[in-house]
Nanobody
Framework: QAQLVESGGGLVPAGGSLRLSCAAS????????MSWFRRAPGKEREFVASIRSSGRTSYADSVKGRFTISRDNAKIIMYLQMNNLKPDDTAVYYC????????????????WGQGTQVTVSS
């Protein structure tokens, strides 16, 4: 079964940085659109950022200028560099992959990771 595994979460003070990674188990993910979503306590899952196989990226307004999504198709790993973190960024972060989708629409994705916790202290 195809898997996505996130890593890199943790506890960081406001203004700090973290880099999340998402490793895929199969090479076919190199042709997928890969994205990050997050779910904060008591809130619905929300789109964070996506990157198409071409390298085209898109971001939620709340993270533009602070987060950078990237991918290494040879290693089938995706990254999310998060800078200037805020307490509102506290959430479980999930990576997702799929094809023929609207990047911000979670239901379009066929593969999901288990999530990694990011906690930003004030």
């Amino acid at each position: 079964q195809a898997q996505l595994v996130e890593s890199g979460g943790g506890l960081v003070p406001a203004g700090g940085s973290l880099r999340l990674s998402c490793a895929a188990s199969e090479q076919r993910f190199s042709g997928y659109t890969m994205s990050w979503f997050r779910r904060a306590p008591g809130k619905e899952r929300e789109f964070v950022a996506s990157i198409r196989s071409s390298g085209r990226t898109s971001y939620a307004d709340s993270v533009k200028g602070r987060f950078t999504i990237s991918r290494d198709n040879a290693k089938i790993i995706m990254y999310l560099q998060m800078n200037n973190l805020k307490p509102d960024d506290t959430a479980v972060y999930y990576c997702a992959g799929g094809v023929m989708l609207v990047p911000s629409r979670a239901d379009d994705y066929s593969a999901w990771g288990q999530g990694t916790q990011v906690t930003v202290s004030s």
